[in-house]
Structures are given as C-alpha cells and as structure tokens.
C-alpha cells in the first residue's frame, strides 16, 4: 500500500478556483484510475490511464482533466471547482485486475 | 460496458453469525471478480479475489463463490467479529479488454457485540 500516495491528504478550496489533486505509485503500474466517492454513490469512475499518454473517460469525466505524461504520476484537475464536486477522491493503480487504493484525497469546494 | 449491481445495501448480524453479500454482472466477458473492504476513513483495500476459471476461492473466515452461468458471486464470512464492519465493494473485470474495474454500489456491515 505504501506504493501509491495521494497529496493533498486535505484540500478545501473556492468555488471556480483551479485545483489539482497528485497521485503518484511506485510499481510501475500500467493501468491508473481516478475514482470519487459520495454518501451513497459508492466509487464513480472519473478518468482512467491504460499507460503513459493514454487516458479515457469513466463514468463522471466532466469539469475534470487528467494528465500521464510519466508512468508514475496521474494528477488530476479541476478546472474551476464547483460545490458539487465536493467529495473524498481516490486514485488506484493495478496490474492484472489487482487494484491499490491511495491513501484518498478529502476535498471541500466553498 | 459493464454493470455490477450489489446486495443488500447494508447489513446488521450478532457477533458469530455469518454475512453473505451477492453481486451480480451483466458482461459474459469478465473474468476477474475482486472484493473490497473499506474502513471507515480508510482507503478500499482488497480482501480476496476470484479469477473464472476457479467457483470457489476460502481465505480463513472468508470464501467467495462464483456461478458463470448465472453471472453472479458472492462473498461469504463466517463467526462474524465487531472487526469485520465496513464497507464492502464487488467488482468486475475483464483482464483480456484493460483493466478498468466496474464496482457494486456496496454493503455496509454491522457486526453487533
């Protein structure tokens, strides 16, 4: 679990600000995943990355952008944050199917 | 693409007493079924996996089953102790087409002393 690592733990921001959450693993994990996770909404899937320079949208891509210009790194980014977008975000990476969970980024948009 | 739906959404059982939890998949495709536990505050962490080419897989208290016919597995937990309460996630996958995993919306576990 040690092996991917989300910063900010906490971030509360305003609304319409540009905020990036950074989610970087050690594995060397091709496949890396943004999900968010809300009261009764259980994990959404916002953007996945299949490698390096690939991504596609999940389940809840809009008003956020994704990045993977390292193997390593993912961060993602909400242009201009809004009060719905308010939610505990996770970033995974897997390899055959195995997902492993960061530590979870809390977001508050006021 | 794929869909899990996941049953029930919460569920109380005494300390001892043992808790199943189903899920369901509509892609014939997938081949990858792992479970999540998720602790409160916590990150979900995976508990125990079944690939399709097994039906039954037993990890100590706990064990899953897989019915390919029927699309369906389920997670079973036996002597069920105060410690076992989460959330608990299913998820679907098919290895051969990426790996992006579709998740059941969840259980929510109580375990009373």
């Known amino acids: 679990d040690a092996g991917i690592t989300q910063s900010p733990r906490y971030k509360i921001t305003e609304t319409g600000r540009q905020v990036t959450l950074m989610c970087h693993q050690t594995?060397?994990?091709?496949?890396m995943f943004w999900y968010r996770q809300d009261l009764g909404h259980g994990l959404r899937l916002i953007y996945y990355?299949?490698?390096?320079?690939?991504?596609d949208k999940g389940e809840v891509p809009d008003g956020y952008v994704v990045s993977r210009s390292k193997t390593e790194n993912f961060p993602l980014t909400l242009e201009s944050a809004t009060r719905s977008q308010t939610s505990v975000y996770f970033c995974?990476?897997?390899?055959?199917?195995?997902?492993?969970f960061g530590q979870g980024t809390r977001l508050t948009v006021v | 693409g794929e869909n899990v739906e996941q049953h029930p959404s919460t569920l109380s059982v005494q300390e001892g007493d043992s808790a199943v939890i189903k899920c369901t998949y509509s892609?014939?495709?997938?081949?990858?079924f792992p479970w999540y536990k998720q602790e409160l505050g916590k990150r979900p962490q995976l508990i125990i996996d079944?690939?399709?080419?097994?039906g039954e897989k037993k990890d100590q208290r706990i064990a899953v089953t897989l019915n390919k016919t029927a699309k369906h597995f389920s997670l079973h937990i036996t002597e069920t102790q105060p410690e076992d309460s989460a959330v608990y996630f299913c998820?679907?996958?098919?290895?051969?087409?990426?790996?992006?995993?579709?998740f059941g919306g969840g259980t929510r576990l109580m375990v009373k002393p």
């Open positions: 594995w060397s994990h091709s496949y």
């Open positions: 892609d014939s495709a997938s081949n990858y």
């Open positions: 079944i690939r399709s080419n097994v």
């Open positions: 998820a679907a996958i098919n290895n051969n087409a990426g790996n992006m995993l579709t």
């Open positions: 995974a990476s897997s390899e055959r199917g195995q997902a492993f």
């Open positions: 990355s299949a490698a390096a320079d690939i991504t």
